[in-house]
């Protein structure tokens, strides 16, 4: 199945396979690309991926890259967002749009300090009490998802476009 992504998800050198399944299974409730960054932490075809992401994998539009310079030659031209306990900026009242690409660092060091600072305004985090280090990738991804169907009004039950 080929279609036009309501957004694009980046998982940057994601490191645990139940969370990408995770995220998976959210790219296809929403109607989003999954775009996995080389090197991962498990292979693709790992049972936990699968698992984590139940029959679900079958339906997800997704692609792996070899590195950060492969995806960007491949992503569409739109907006990226990026997301990290590290952005100056929350994500409150960024307005997405159809096709952005939001992009998330792996489980244990985040996305590096200088696509951060490359990034300005367009460096974003979810806030969180002092007392969590961060949120789970899988949990902050869905957060987002369905923000931007929130700002766009789209029930996601609904046929997406094609």
């Not at 399944?21 to 999954?34: D, F, N």
């Not at 690409?101 to 060091?109: A, D, H, T």
């Not at 969180?128 to 998802?145: D, F, M, P, T």
């Amino acid at each position: 199945m080929h279609y036009n992504p309501r957004l694009h998800i980046v998982l940057f050198e994601p490191e645990i396979p139940h969370n990408a399944g995770s995220v998976g299974r959210t790219c296809v409730a929403v109607g989003a690309k999954l775009w996995l960054v080389r090197p991962l932490g498990f292979r693709l075809d790992d049972h936990h991926l699968k698992r984590a992401g139940l029959d679900y994998w079958q339906h997800l539009e997704w692609e792996a890259v070899d590195d950060w310079s492969a995806l960007l030659e491949k992503l569409p031209p739109t907006r990226r967002w990026l997301f990290s306990k590290r952005a100056k900026n929350l994500y409150y009242g960024t307005p997405f749009q159809e096709g952005d690409v939001l992009i998330f660092g792996n489980e244990s060091q985040g996305l590096p300090e200088a696509m951060l600072e490359a990034a300005g305004h367009q460096a974003l985090r979810i806030p969180v009490r002092e007392q969590v280090r961060s949120l789970n990738l899988s949990n902050s991804v869905a957060i987002l998802c369905y923000e931007a169907l929130r700002q766009w009004q789209i029930e996601p039950a609904h046929p997406l476009t094609d």
